[in-house]
């Protein structure tokens, strides 16, 4: 009869080894996953800015078809009125990304600008920093990125 501690045993479990391949290999696809996220989100982002400053400049083209003006020296209650001053302290747009600001507001024309909100996620997006539009349309933005990649 064979004692019990002669009797080879199978090992079972991973190894050390194996271990660490399967987290180096996970580690690598979470890098890549962070990094298209991050992609994305900014990518978001942009397209809230670019949307609310369309949705105002909209906004403010409706107002000048009714008063011929775009400043706020319009009839008290208005909502154009209420447009224009809501423009100078800032409107954020609805994500809370961006907050956007009517530097230039007189009768004949405007400037409409898309800041990142502190907080907002957006602070650290170099690539598109700014976003402008103007009453002829043109659109601009600041960053390291051309007009045409930012509005794209």
Same mark, same amino acid.
Do not use: H
């Given at each position: 009869?064979?004692?019990? +501690?002669? %009797?080879?045993?199978?090992?079972?479990?991973?190894?050390?080894?194996?271990?660490? %391949? %399967?987290?180096?290999?996970?580690?690598?696809?979470?890098?890549? $996953?962070?990094?298209?996220?991050?992609?994305?989100?900014?990518?978001?982002?942009?397209?809230?800015?670019? $949307?609310?400053?369309?949705?105002?400049?909209?906004?403010?083209?409706?107002? +000048?078809?009714?008063?011929?003006?775009?400043?706020? *020296?319009?009839?008290?209650?208005?909502?154009?009125?209420?447009?224009?001053?809501?423009?100078?302290?800032?409107?954020?747009?609805?994500? @809370?990304?961006?907050?956007?600001?009517?530097?230039?507001?007189?009768?004949?024309?405007?400037?409409?600008?898309?800041?990142? @909100?502190?907080?907002?996620?957006?602070?650290?997006?170099?690539? /598109?920093?700014?976003? *402008? %539009?103007?009453?002829?349309?043109?659109?601009?933005?600041?960053?390291?990125? *051309?007009?045409?990649? /930012?509005?794209?």
């Amino acid at each position: 009869m064979r004692a019990a +501690f002669d %009797v080879p045993r199978r090992q079972r479990g991973v190894t050390l080894i194996e271990l660490m %391949v %399967v987290m180096v290999v996970v580690s690598i696809l979470a890098s890549i $996953a962070v990094g298209s996220y991050r992609q994305y989100t900014l990518r978001a982002g942009r397209a809230e800015a670019k $949307a609310a400053l369309l949705q105002q400049q909209n906004n403010l083209e409706r107002c +000048f078809t009714r008063f011929n003006r775009y400043d706020p *020296t319009l009839p008290a209650g208005d909502q154009c009125v209420t447009l224009a001053a809501d423009l100078a302290t800032g409107i954020e747009t609805e994500g @809370r990304r961006y907050v956007i600001t009517a530097p230039t507001l007189t009768a004949t024309t405007f400037e409409l600008r898309a800041d990142p @909100r502190t907080g907002g996620g957006m602070t650290d997006d170099a690539k /598109c920093t700014r976003f *402008t %539009v103007n009453q002829a349309g043109q659109r601009n933005s600041a960053g390291s990125a *051309t007009r045409e990649e /930012c509005w794209r």
